[in-house]
Each structure stands twice: as structure tokens, then as C-alpha cells.
């Protein structure tokens, strides 16, 4: 009997190691599928409330994903603006947008991350841009407020900024 005390004493933190630790194992192993979709559940959770998450560059995008009400999709690129302003697009016409739009800028840690998702839906051209249109309305650009804001078809860029920068 004292040799079987003897190696559980001796023993014991051992075996509860090695019990911690196949605990472990078979959980991560039982939860793997949770753990490698968690990156894309979080990326999906911080994208604009109603919308799909960006596509990467040169992605496919899946049939049947365009907004039967919305025949203007505003979020596919445009092409390269003029320096003057915004040049013709699916967004924009004469400087002017050319539909309502319903944008929600998310919340962000800088002004630069905000203003890039402008820049992604077609608002912008790019971070530059908006500081320049910033410049030239007297308005600081790092003031942009996250928020939903809605843009009536004929605003300008100007009209955008006096919306989104306190």
C-alpha cells in the first residue's frame, strides 16, 4: 500500500498536467471550426449595418448579390477623377451625385481609416482629395463623425464635408 502512495505522490502533479492538458486538446480540437471562422465573423460584424463585406481586388463576386432597388451600385470603383473634382461616374455626373445615397461612416480609431471607407463607396477619390476639399471649405479634416448620414442626388463634395466634419 505505501508504494502505491508513494507514486501518486510522487506523481500527481504530473498526471494533472497531462489531464489539463488533453483537456485542452480535445477542446480546441472539439471548437477548431469556431476559432478559424472567428476572423471572418469579426469582419462582417464591423462592416456597415445592411451591406456586404468588401470584396478583395480582383475577387468574384457572387451572382444574384446586386440590390434589385438600387440599380447604381455605389460601391464599385470608379474611374480616375479629374484634380478639379469629382470626375463621371457611377456615382458621380457634372460634380454632382447622381442618386441618393445612405452611407454610414463607421466608427474609427483616425480620421484616415473614416475617410477611406469615403473613398471605397466612390465619395472620394482619395485621402488627399478629401483633405483638399477640406482645405478649400475652412473645415478641419480630422472632425469627421462617424454616423449614418443621407446625401440627396445633386449634392457636391462640399455639401458631403459639411455633413461629415464638425
Known amino acids: 500500500m505505501k508504494r502505491v502512495k508513494d507514486f501518486i505522490y ?3 502533479d504530473i498526471i494533472v498536467v497531462l489531464l489539463i492538458i488533453l483537456c485542452a486538446v480535445l477542446l480546441i480540437n472539439w471548437r477548431i471550426g469556431v476559432i478559424m471562422d472567428y476572423p471572418k465573423a469579426m ?4 462592416t456597415p449595418s445592411g451591406e456586404e463585406p468588401q470584396e478583395e481586388p480582383g475577387g468574384a463576386e457572387e451572382p444574384g448579390t446586386e440590390d434589385p432597388e438600387d440599380p447604381e451600385d455605389p460601391e464599385e470603383p470608379e474611374e480616375p477623377e479629374e484634380p478639379d473634382g469629382p470626375a ?3 456615382v458621380w455626373k457634372d460634380g454632382k451625385l447622381r442618386a441618393k445615397m445612405e452611407v454610414e ?12 471607407y469615403l473613398v471605397e463607396i466612390g465619395l472620394f477619390q482619395s485621402y488627399e482629395e478629401y483633405e483638399k476639399v477640406c482645405e478649400s471649405e475652412g473645415v478641419d479634416p480630422f472632425g469627421i463623425m462617424a454616423g449614418e448620414y443621407v446625401f440627396d442626388a445633386g449634392s457636391t463634395q462640399a455639401d458631403i464635408i459639411h455633413e461629415v466634419v464638425y
Open 10 to 12: 510522487n506523481w500527481n
Open 43 to 46: 469582419a462582417e460584424s464591423l
Open 105 to 116: 461612416v463607421p466608427l474609427s480609431n483616425n480620421a484616415y481609416d473614416a475617410v477611406e
Open 88 to 90: 463621371d461616374s457611377t
